[in-house]
């Protein structure tokens, strides 16, 4: 089959595995015993798809966060030395569309994050730190009296600062200060918030 045909089902395996597509699930975690006798240009244009989906909508634009069911699976890809054409693409693909990242997906740099937390009600996380500016923000104007907090787990939260900074777990350095915040029941965090940087600067 021609590579771009390939790229297109590899969109669609990743989107079928997704939906919990039994098969394209198990393609995609056994990427690479099952795609083992392929030529090299194939089974890049397979995983040059399944990444593109990922991040991009089926009109080619940048989601606004990602298609993350299978996300760590794909991106534990990253450490076999053959593949890394595949997420050179990805990387230059989001780079392309003006993408501003703390961290490019796709090259492999780390990123610590820290989540500040004080006592007031509860634990609440008062400011998330990115390269010591805090990114923390609401997203819909509330007025200064108006503030509405929900409350999250840490392990939820972290799945979230990875789904909005685009980056698999195993990149993301999440601390916690108080550093005992990381084993709380229970956080508080303003409603609708985010740490994606603004869309005007994309």
Partial sequence: MAKNS??????????????????????????MN?????PGDKR?????????????DKDGKLREGLKNRLFEEVFELQQ??????SFEFIAEALTATGGDFYAVPGKGHEL?????????DGLLV????????????????????EVRYASTEPKDLIDRLRDQLFLPARLLKVSFTPKEAVSADELLIPSHWTVQ??????
């Avoid at 390939?6 to 997704?18: D, K, P, S």
């Avoid at 099952?34 to 392929?38: A, D, E, K, L």
């Avoid at 890049?44 to 991009?56: N, R, S, V």
């Avoid at 076999?80 to 054409?85: G, N, Q």
Wanted: aromatic fraction near 12%; include cysteine; glycine fraction near 10%.
């Fill in 126 to 145: 008062d400011a998330i730190y990115i390269g010591g500016h805090d990114v923390l923000r609401i997203e819909h104007a509330w007025g200064a009296d």
């Fill in 34 to 38: 099952v795609t083992s006798g392929y």
């Fill in 197 to 202: 940087k603004q869309p005007a600067s994309r």
């Fill in 6 to 31: 390939l790229f297109v089902i590899g969109r669609n395996i990743y989107q079928a595995a997704c939906g919990d597509a039994h098969g394209a699930g198990e393609f995609v975690r056994n990427f």
């Fill in 112 to 120: 610590a994050v820290t989540v500040s937390t004080k006592k007031k």
């Fill in 44 to 56: 890049k244009a397979i995983l040059d798809g399944m990444l593109f989906e990922i991040f991009f």
């Fill in 80 to 85: 076999y030395e053959e593949l890394k054409d």
